[in-house]
């Protein structure tokens, strides 16, 4: 029976990279119109649902390696009118990418990695650069696709080859931002970094003139 009777051994048409693949990609957000700023959700970047959860619309662009171009849709968390979990896996994904695109280690408290893992709105998040782990969900339709759930860290030994920063033989890789992430410097009033993150809002009305930095941003 020819190839083309027999259909068994054909590969399947899965359009999905493989789980635990690290690549360098780059964040858009896409614009959902939602503001808060008792929040510090301003810009017009949130996404409301119809259930009442508030969410980031991410996209994210695979920049380099046999996958590049490719592009990964998937939602960061800001609120879930069923608790917390989710905007607290929301913002342990932003700290990630912060650590991840900055080059600042995880475990690194001090003042200077705490400023540098603060930022003033969703717009220092739109375009930036770091090394994702990317993994496999389901869709509405139970349809595999892809999802970014979590950065990897300049700690990783793969990060520095993954985000292209290049050491000379025998000296450890210089973990340095990318030159198109922007320096911030915690104001003077701001405080410490606590070591718990903020309980999610409860259905969150808007405020309009508020200022100052909010505590999800912190």
Do not use: C
């Amino acid at each position: 029976m020819s190839l083309w009777n027999d259909f068994n051994d054909a590969q399947s048409n899965t359009n999905v990279i493989p789980k635990g693949t690290l690549a360098k990609v780059r964040l858009t957000l896409r614009p959902g119109g939602f503001d808060d700023p008792s929040q510090g959700w301003t810009g017009g970047y949130a996404k409301r649902g119809s259930t009442g959860s508030v969410y980031l619309d991410a996209e994210y662009t695979v920049l380099e390696g046999p996958y590049a171009k490719r592009k990964i849709w998937s939602l960061i968390g800001l609120y879930s009118p069923k608790g917390p979990d989710w905007a607290n896996m929301g913002r342990s994904l932003v700290r990630g990418i912060l650590n991840s695109s900055r080059g600042i280690s995880d475990k690194d408290n001090s003042p200077e990695a705490q400023a540098r893992r603060r930022i003033n709105g969703f717009a220092d998040l739109d375009g930036l650069e770091f090394v994702a782990r990317i993994e496999i969900g389901q869709d509405t339709n139970g349809e595999d696709k892809n999802e970014i759930k979590s950065a990897v860290m300049p700690d990783h030994r793969d990060y520095a080859q993954v985000m292209g920063h290049v050491a000379a033989p025998g000296m450890a890789p210089q973990m340095q931002p990318p030159a198109s992430a922007p320096q911030y410097r915690a104001p003077a009033t701001a405080a410490p970094a606590q070591g718990h993150p903020a309980q999610a809002p409860q259905h969150p009305p808007a405020a309009p003139g508020f200022s100052g930095r909010p505590s999800w941003a912190e």
